[in-house]
């Protein structure tokens, strides 16, 4: 597809298990960003990959959570033992040029 | 740290009222400026942006004018129409590496007919 694509839309999980969420970027964009969403807030830097340079890791929350980013493309967001507060919407977004950041439509995640 | 305050929502209006959405900004150096728009079900989209002072950012209707000495960046529309609700986000990127967006909390629009 031409866009951000995002998986699963949904995912209902209980505490304590663990989540991977996933992003596919727009095929060439070398600039991916995950942001998380949360009821009433703003949104929330999480992680931003650029090319093969190491990832900027300084918006992760805990040592819950990680990325990885495959061959420069497929981005997975892990989440290990789940809390509620971690309850929110992901989402991932990615870019070719600076300033121009294309978003996909999020993965909303309920912890039970 | 660079950070984006925009005004609390909802903001309530009558179709083809005048809209002002404030947003104000902390930042080192000097960012890009963006307003990003969030329609019901949909995921974010880029509305606006510029890239240094004075610059003037401009679509579907919506307006907003970097203001370096007031560090400001409002959103403003001279007649709002039904489709225009939506979420508002006001968001910088910081002048590093490949510019990480830094959002405000988000400001809900609702227009009645």
């Known amino acids: 597809g031409a866009g951000v694509s995002q998986s699963p839309s949904n995912k209902v999980t209980e505490k304590g298990k663990d989540v991977e969420l996933r992003c596919d970027p727009i095929s060439g964009h070398t600039a991916l960003y995950w942001y998380r969403q949360s009821l009433g807030q703003g949104l929330e830097f999480l992680i931003y990959f650029q090319g093969n340079s190491a990832p900027d890791k300084s918006g992760l929350p805990s040592d819950r959570f990680s990325a990885e980013r495959t061959g420069g493309s497929v981005s997975t967001l892990t989440i290990q033992r789940t809390q509620q507060e971690d309850s929110a919407v992901y989402l991932c977004a990615s870019s070719l040029v600076p300033d121009k950041a294309n978003f996909g439509s999020g993965t909303r995640l309920t912890v039970v | 740290g660079d950070s984006v305050t925009q005004m609390e929502g909802p903001v309530t209006l009558s179709e083809e009222a005048f809209l002002t959405i404030n947003c104000t900004y902390t930042a080192t150096g000097y960012p890009s400026l963006f307003w990003y728009v969030q329609y019901p079900g949909e995921g974010l989209q880029l509305l606006l942006k510029?890239?240094?002072?004075?610059d003037k950012g401009s679509n579907k209707g919506f307006e907003a004018t970097y203001r370096k000495e007031t560090t400001s960046f409002h959103l403003e529309k001279g007649s709002v129409q039904v489709s225009d609700s939506a979420v508002y986000f006001c968001?910088?990127?910081?002048?590093?590496?490949?510019?990480?967006?830094?959002f405000g909390t988000g400001t809900r629009l609702l227009v009645s007919p």
């Open positions: 968001a910088l990127s910081d002048q590093t590496g490949f510019q990480k967006l830094v």
């Open positions: 510029a890239t240094k002072a004075d």
